[in-house]
Every structure is written in structure tokens, then in C-alpha cells.
């Protein structure tokens, strides 16, 4: 009987051991893909209450679903590789805690792949590349600005932990405003005065600006803007760092995504996105 339960017990170690030591995530036609993003960054993402043909259901808000680019994006990625397809709303500097800690298999949201980011995940290819722009209001005095420079002593704010709120010390002798959870606050908070401009990836800028008639996007001539790496002007997918099959699997889709097609699926995301 002894015997026995030592056979058994060496048995369900090896078992637990084999578990822990798991290659990661296996991309296996049926299993599920959770996606996390903020559903709250048009166009890549937004929440909305009606349903058409690129929505998927937010999971664990009843009636609510996700829509934009980055859901055109997963589920792409989800179909060809034959996964059930999740996504989870989770506010943005909880995106990373969310994938380290399983909450989630990806990061799907207009994420840049910093090196910074990328000591703690891994990242696809980009699946798209934008230009960073100043938002303004029409009637501002900043609105006619061709360069950075031209927003020395300007009150300048962008969403907490992104590029863009690192970008905004280029700007010489600017006030670097107190940097925001999401685009809405920061959007009103230029609408409203309490700040000048804040910054954004073009497509985001395109999209405020068509929701929000009294503000407008500047961009700059080369040498007259931000300084960027190739990097910080590209969104990619985030996976754990242990889940190298998944990653490769997720490339071998966005190959197969030509560059018109992505255009083309922002053009329309742009058009779907929310009106004011």
C-alpha cells in the first residue's frame, strides 16, 4: 500500500512538473485567445452597444462590445489560426500585469514595441505604423504651429505611460501637463482649456478630430517634429515572453495582411469609429 501511494505521489509530481514547464500557450485549432485592450483608443479600439459585422462581445459586460481596428486586427489573427476569440477591456497601464500574469494570452491595443516593454514581453511585426501629431483647438493660437518649437511654454499633455508622454520633454521650455488615464479625459482637457495640446498616433488624431469638430491635428515637415525610432511609430502584438510558438504563429498571419489591406482596414475603422 506504501508502495502504492509512493508510485502514485511520484506520479502526480512528475505530472505537476510537466505542467509547470510548459512551452507557453499552444496555438491548437478550438482553444481560445484572450485579447486585452482598452477599448477605449478610436480607431484601434471602442466600446459601443450595437452589434454589425466587425464587433465581438466584451467579455464579462453584458450588451457591450468592441469594435476598431485592433478587433479587425484579432480577429484575423484568431480565424486563420483557428482560435475561439475573447476580448477583456482593461485600462491601459494594466495591459502588461494582465499578459505577465495570465489574465489575458495578448496585448491587441496601438501598443509600440519599446525596448523597454520588450524586457518584460515579446512582439509580433508591426501590424501598423503612424506618425505622432499635436492636437489643438481650431481657434488656438497654436493651431497655425509648423513645428515643435513653436509650443515652447505651452501647456502639452498625452495618456500616462505611453510614448507620447515622453515625447512631450523634446518640446523646449514646454509645461509638461499632468499626463491622463484615457483619450476622453485628455480630449476634454484641451476642449475645456485646461491644457493646450496633447499628442497622438495619427489615425487617433484623425478620429478625436472627426468626433470633436472645434479641435484640429497638426503635423510636421521632417526635421521639424519629434524624434522617433522606428519603434515608437509602429503598434505590435504583445505576447508572454515563454510563448514563442504563439508569437511565430501570429507572424505567419500578419505576413499574409498586405500593407493596402491594413490602410484599407483603417480607412474604414476611421469611418466606423463614434461621431460627436
Known amino acids: 500500500m506504501k508502495k502504492a501511494l509512493l508510485v502514485l505521489t511520484v506520479f502526480l509530481v512528475g505530472t ?13 485549432e478550438g482553444n481560445t485567445l484572450t485579447v486585452g485592450l482598452e477599448a477605449a483608443y ?11 459585422e466587425f464587433t465581438v462581445p466584451l467579455s464579462g459586460q453584458l450588451g457591450a462590445y468592441v469594435d476598431g481596428y485592433d478587433v ?22 494594466g495591459l502588461i500585469p494582465a499578459l505577465t500574469s495570465h489574465q489575458i494570452d495578448v496585448i491587441i491595443a496601438g501598443m509600440s514595441p519599446t525596448a523597454e516593454r520588450a524586457q518584460t514581453v515579446s512582439f509580433s511585426n508591426e ?12 481657434d488656438s493660437s497654436y493651431a497655425a504651429a509648423t513645428a515643435i518649437a513653436d509650443f ?9 505611460g505611453t510614448l507620447q508622454d515622453d515625447l512631450i ?5 514646454v509645461n509638461h501637463g499632468t499626463s491622463l488615464d484615457s483619450y476622453n479625459a485628455i480630449t476634454q ?25 472645434d479641435l484640429t491635428f497638426i503635423t510636421f515637415a521632417e526635421g521639424y517634429g519629434f524624434t522617433v525610432t522606428d519603434a515608437d511609430v509602429t503598434s505590435a502584438v504583445a505576447v508572454r515572453q515563454e510563448d514563442t510558438q504563439l508569437l511565430g504563429a501570429i507572424n505567419n498571419v ?3 495582411i498586405t500593407n493596402e489591406t491594413r490602410e484599407a482596414w483603417m480607412a474604414a475603422a476611421l469611418d466606423r469609429q463614434p461621431s460627436e
Open 16 to 28: 505537476l512538473v510537466a505542467c509547470t514547464t510548459s512551452s507557453g500557450y499552444e496555438v491548437i
Open 42 to 52: 478610436a480607431p484601434y479600439n471602442w466600446t459601443t452597444t450595437t452589434e454589425n
Open 72 to 93: 479587425v486586427i484579432a480577429t484575423a489573427i484568431a480565424d486563420e489560426l483557428g482560435l475561439e476569440l475573447e476580448i477583456v477591456a482593461i485600462e491601459w497601464d
Open 127 to 138: 501590424y501598423y505604423r503612424a506618425t505622432q501629431v499635436m492636437v489643438v483647438r481650431d
Open 152 to 160: 515652447a511654454n505651452a501647456t502639452v499633455i498625452a495618456q500616462l
Open 169 to 173: 520633454d523634446q518640446i523646449a521650455s
Open 189 to 213: 482637457s484641451v476642449r475645456s482649456g485646461e491644457a493646450d495640446a496633447f499628442i497622438a498616433e495619427l489615425p487617433v488624431a484623425m478620429g478625436i478630430t472627426q468626433a470633436n469638430s
Open 254 to 256: 500578419l505576413a499574409t
